[in-house]
């Protein structure tokens, strides 16, 4: 028994041994780690990427950072794919996190960098710039280059930008117009928009008055027009239109373009005043602010010029202008109408402000009820009136010598009985510098109606004494209304009402359609009828104190009224230019 112990701890202790010596001849185990990437690079966004490592032990990831996380995070030996993944970037500059895969004693560490959120914002979006003009300077925060995009030409960068500029310096030139004007600055970069927006106010309408060759008040300029004469249907032509600076409006209603030449003829004839109809509506650069093209105020102007220039007085006016402001006279159009008719009538007094008293202003045609027919109410009259003040305040407000210019204002329609009943002459700020106008067209059958219509035959004869002419088929072709007692009475009503009263009266508009399909006796008899009938009221309206303004419309055909042939410049019918002239000189103005 003792034996058997003895043997067996000897044997144990050699087994011991041996199993050392065999550990103490195995070499230690050596970690190994290697990474995929020694660098990670993220987008702005959130999102993932894929980090690859191999070990031979055990190991373990951690992040720096806490938008950046692992998945997994620690595992076996082996080779495996960690999942790093990263919250949305909203700031405005780069971030790093380190990630730290430790195996064994080994240790590496990938940078991750993710990439910012541009930036690009204007401190301020909105400049308010006077219209002398003048330098601004927009502040910016970005992140990176931006490039600047100016859409108005009276706006210029004055800095030479640099990629490190917080500031931009632009200059605002002078704004020499009548009207506010707006433009933009638009900054981009790396897809990001900022829009400044620049807000210049217009030039001050107002000069100081000028009373420089604006010496005589309304009845003493009433008494120096002598004759008067329309260039109907030419300036005034809406019926297509124009683009760029073509003026093919002008001859639209079949009359030539207006020449020197037939102004001088005007005149030589024994006229010494024009009143020049015309539109804007169409020659408007757009709806808004209703600046009208600077090649139609210039075409005005020359025409003004053709009459000024020879010793003539003028008249400018609104001229029925497609119906906007004539056909209109309404409480539910009078705020759009009024703002339209004070930006046109503004731009028009300080483009001629400049102009003695040869040069008129009238403020608008025939307003009338137009397309919304029906018989007019008190509103309308109030509505009509309405406008008539908003063109002398207009006026007056330019300054200069519109101060005491002298102005025209309509009754309803131009209507006598109108004027009579309804008119109110405006308010003004200068005294006796307001006429009234009117227009007479009575009978109609003899002066518009070119047939028979339901309410009435046309007529071939006016006056007394021309009434036996009217038999066989020609029998009821003499007037029934209208004649001499009837222009004596009309004539007399304005004398009263308005003349007597501080107002000179402008007959702005007056003739008989002319009828050459008659022949023979009945044609002769017919123009000298006219003729009388233009001789009669031209000398009644001169002996009421009306200033008398020939409507000539450039046709001197069959039912047209026109005098002078527009293309020749020669005066076609010669009887109705005598009947003109004869009245003038017999007729003697009250004043």
């Known amino acids: 028994m003792v034996y058997l112990k003895k043997y067996f701890s000897l044997w144990l202790i050699l087994l011991l041994t041996a199993l050392y010596s065999c550990s103490s001849s195995d070499p230690e185990v050596q970690p190994e780690l290697i990474v995929a990437k020694e660098e990670l690079t993220l987008a702005k966004g959130s999102g993932t990427t ?34 790093v993944a990263a919250t949305e970037n909203t700031t405005n500059d780069t971030r790093e996190a380190v ?30 710039v006077s219209a002398d003009g003048g330098q601004i300077t927009v502040e910016l925060q970005t992140t990176a280059a931006h490039t600047v995009t ?34 933009t600055i638009t900054f981009t970069m790396a897809g990001l928009i900022e829009t400044v927006t620049i807000n210049q106010a217009a030039k001050n309408l107002f000069i100081a008055a000028d009373k420089t060759g604006m010496e005589s008040d309304a009845f003493v300029l009433a008494k120096k027009i002598y004759l008067g004469w329309n260039l109907g249907n030419t300036l005034e032509c809406t019926s297509s239109t124009t683009t760029g600076s073509v ?19 005007v005149k030589a004839a024994g006229f010494n005043a024009v009143r020049i109809p015309c539109a804007w509506n169409r020659y408007l650069e757009n709806s808004t602010n209703y600046k009208i093209k600077d090649f139609w105020l210039a075409r005005v102007k020359e025409v003004v010029d053709y009459c000024v220039s020879n010793d003539m007085y003028a008249i400018i006016n609104i001229h029925s202008d497609g119906g906007w402001l004539d056909n209109n006279p309404t ?18 007094a300080v483009y001629f402000r400049n102009y003695d008293e040869h040069l008129l202003f009238a403020g608008t045609n025939e307003v009338n009820m137009g397309s919304n027919g029906g018989t007019p109410t008190q509103d309308n009259y109030n509505v009509q009136m309405s406008y008539n003040q908003t063109f002398v305040d207009a006026v007056r407000s330019t300054g200069g010598r519109n101060a005491y210019r002298n102005l025209l204002i309509q009754a309803f329609s131009t209507d006598i009985n109108q004027a009579v009943s309804n008119l109110k002459v405006s308010t003004d700020k200068v005294q006796n510098r307001l006429m009234v106008e009117v227009h007479y067209y009575d009978p109609s059958q003899f002066c518009i109606l070119e047939s028979d219509a339901t309410w009435g035959k046309y007529f071939v004869f006016w006056g007394a004494d021309y009434h036996q002419y009217a038999t066989g088929a020609l029998a009821g072709r003499a007037a029934t209304w209208g004649e001499e007692d009837h222009v004596i009475s009309q004539f007399a009503k304005m004398k009263t009402n308005f003349i007597d009263k501080g107002y000179p009266v402008i007959l702005g508009e007056y003739s008989p359609t002319r009828r050459l399909s008659l022949t023979g006796d009945a044609l002769t008899h017919h123009l000298d009828s006219r003729a009388y009938y233009i001789k ?19 046709g001197t055909g069959d039912k047209g009224c026109g005098i002078f042939n527009r293309s020749t410049t020669v005066a076609e019918d010669t009887k109705a230019l005598n009947g003109l002239v004869q009245g003038a000189a017999a007729g003697k103005y009250p004043f």
Do not use: H
């Open 331 to 348: 409480l539910a159009k009078q705020e759009e109408v009024t703002k339209k008719e004070k930006a046109i009538w503004e731009q028009i």
């Open 536 to 554: 009669y009221v031209t000398e009644q309206a001169k002996n009421y104190g009306i200033v008398p303004f020939y409507w000539d419309n450039g």
């Open 50 to 83: 894929m980090l690859a490592i191999k070990t031979n032990v055990n190991w373990t990831a951690t992040s720096s950072q806490s938008w950046c996380t692992l998945s997994p995070s620690s595992g076996e030996a082996g080779t495996k794919q960690i999942t």
């Open 99 to 128: 990630i730290t895969v430790t195996a064994g004693s080994l240790s590496k560490q990938i940078k991750v960098t993710q990439e910012l959120t541009n930036l690009l914002v204007v401190k301020k979006s909105t400049y308010d």
């Open 247 to 265: 003026i093919s409006g002008e001859t639209d209603w079949g009359n030539a373009k207006a020449s020197k030449a037939m102004i001088n003829a």
């Open 150 to 183: 100016i859409n108005q030409d009276w706006i210029s960068q004055t800095t030479t930008r640099t990629v490190t500029n917080k500031t931009e310096v632009f200059t605002i030139a002078n704004n020499a117009s009548l009207f506010s004007r707006v433009g």
